[in-house]
């Protein structure tokens, strides 16, 4: 009976709907692999021994690489993306440019990811991964930034709407327009903790990888939490 409760309990049917999808796989593993980024690094400032170090390594190398594959074709999603937001009709001229270069710097990034794979995984190394991996991190930062400004943008639109919750229709537009809010502010926190990454690798920030393990674990469990609200 306690086996039968929790087969059938509804969290399961749930978890299994998240677990099937690439974007709720991919956002467990980014977690863990930021997550592990952070512990390895905690665990060399507390001058624990390399055996204490290493499986976190791992996980954070592997994890990362398995991720990688996981992105191959990818690219081709955000470049039509892009192609449908320069078709878009209607659409707020400052959220349609963000959204275009949002999509044509992640279209970018997972090109040049792509093709430094072979050299990731070992199976063909190439001299030009190092610079091609450098480009494909300037293109996700261009990326996120676009996605920075659109959240902000966003956020400052919203303020500027006035509601008056004295009317029954007011009261539902109001509950409305906060999680409009609310939604827009975690992407935003997301998308600031995803930027210390790129801007670390490319050099135009100096945090170590005790700062960046944490920001792409905050960030990864934010994805996890929206994917999980998605399948439910």
């Given amino acids: 009976m306690v086996a039968d409760a929790l087969i059938y309990h509804p969290t399961v049917s749930h978890y299994l709907k998240f677990i099937a999808t690439t974007v709720g796989r991919d956002k467990l593993l980014r977690a863990l692999q930021y997550f592990s ?11 624990h021994a390399s055996t204490d170090i290493r499986p976190f390594e791992a996980i954070k190398k592997q ?16 470049f039509k993306a892009a192609a449908l937001a320069v078709d878009a009709k209607g659409m707020d001229p400052i959220l349609k440019y963000c959204a275009i270069g949002r999509q044509l710097g992640y279209g970018i990034y997972l090109t040049f990811d792509t093709i430094t794979y072979l050299d990731a995984a070992g199976i063909r ?16 930062f261009a990326g996120i930034f676009c996605n920075v400004l ?14 008056d919750k004295t009317k029954g229709e007011g009261v539902v537009e109001s509950k ?24 670390t690798a490319i050099g135009y920030t100096s945090f170590d990888d005790g700062k960046v393990g944490l920001a792409g ?15 439910a």
């Fill in 37 to 47: 980024r952070f512990y390895a690094w905690y665990l060399l400032k507390r001058n």
């Fill in 63 to 78: 994890f990362g690489l398995s991720r990688k594959l996981m992105r191959v074709g990818k690219n081709v999603e955000h």
């Fill in 125 to 140: 190394p190439s001299p030009a991964a190092k610079r091609l991996q450098r480009e494909a991190y300037r293109a996700w």
């Fill in 150 to 163: 659109a959240g902000a943008y966003t956020l400052y639109t919203i303020r500027r709407i006035k509601v």
């Fill in 176 to 199: 409305r327009v906060e999680r409009e809010r609310h939604t827009a502010s975690l992407q935003l926190l997301s998308d600031l903790c995803d930027l210390t990454i790129p801007a």
């Fill in 217 to 231: 674990t905050v960030s990864s469990l934010i994805g996890i939490w929206a994917q999980w609200k998605k399948t």
